[in-house]
């Protein structure tokens, strides 16, 4: 029972890491400017990692391993937006202007 | 649009770039981060013998805090704190340190970088058995050489691009000046990277 109820989990989260994923990896060819990338880039991804993550903690059982994996999960959980924001940020700075309806893609 | 700022560009001055703000939220981060990944660099680098890893991912990891403090503290005060003799230090002792290791075993009769050339000398004193030698030896270059090599190599080669690319008048002597220095070891080109980086901080 608990074991059936392990495996569907795991699955779900696998499916979950990879439909965000590929949100993610969709967004970042088809979006229009450097801003939005870095959004789909960052948030779509975060997720994806984190539920694929999340299954393979699952999929391992409890003990060091697993606690690696939810360190790895923390890291990326905290890095992942830094990044995206810096990325915005750097954009920003170097005057690239957000696109707006209408404007052709970059 | 971007391209017009572009081709204001191609008069062989570098664009003034706004001064650099720093930002609260990569501060904190890297803050956060800074001892985690130094230690994991360390891991990395001290537990290249015996399971994943070893010097060269853990120098890489140790030269990333560099990396990841100057983006969030900014460059040029970065390259003050950390001075230029210790980022080309650290790739000169690596180097000698490597050099020192592989070559004292020639001097005692054996191979180049034969471990096992150590027992006789060493065994006693040490309390260590005959293999035992092989696997410090390579611990000794990966952690005392490698480490140190690509550490201070990814260091003087970030802050020299950080410090941008020399005007196109200017290209010509250094390309020569570079060509000339091709078959040097890799230690020589840290140098000149750091010397690069301090003679572009200088203008600046």
Known sequence: MI???????IAVFVALGLFFTFVS??????????????????????????????????????????????????FIFVTNPTAAHAIARAAYEEGVEPWTRGDERR | MSSDRLDGDTNGIARQRPMYTESQVIMTTVKAVIPFV????LFITFHGTSSPGGGFQGGALVASVVLMIAFAFGIE???????????VGLGTVGVAIFAG?????M?????????TAYYPV???????????????GMEAVEIGGIAFIVSGVLMGLFFALAAGVTPPSGTASDAAE????DGETDVDDGETAGDTATEAGENE
Request: overall charge negative; cysteine-free.
């Open chain 1, 25 to 74: 990896a969709t967004g970042v060819i088809r979006l229009p400017d450097v801003f939005s990338r870095a959004h789909t880039a960052s948030q779509a991804d975060t997720l994806g990692a984190g539920f694929a993550l999340a299954a393979v903690a699952l999929t391992i059982g409890w003990g060091p391993t697993a606690v690696k994996t939810v360190l790895l999960l923390f």
């Open chain 2, 38 to 41: 130094l230690t994991y660099g």
């Open chain 2, 178 to 181: 570079a060509s000339d220095s």
């Open chain 2, 122 to 136: 060493l065994g006693d004193t040490l309390g260590l058995k005959e293999y035992e030698f092989v696997k410090y």
């Open chain 2, 107 to 115: 001097a005692l009769g054996e191979n180049f970088l034969d471990y």
């Open chain 2, 101 to 105: 290791i592989a070559l004292v075993p």
């Open chain 2, 77 to 87: 005060s970065t390259r003050e704190w950390l001075s230029n003799s210790l980022v």
């Open chain 1, 3 to 9: 074991t059936t109820a392990r495996i569907g989990l």
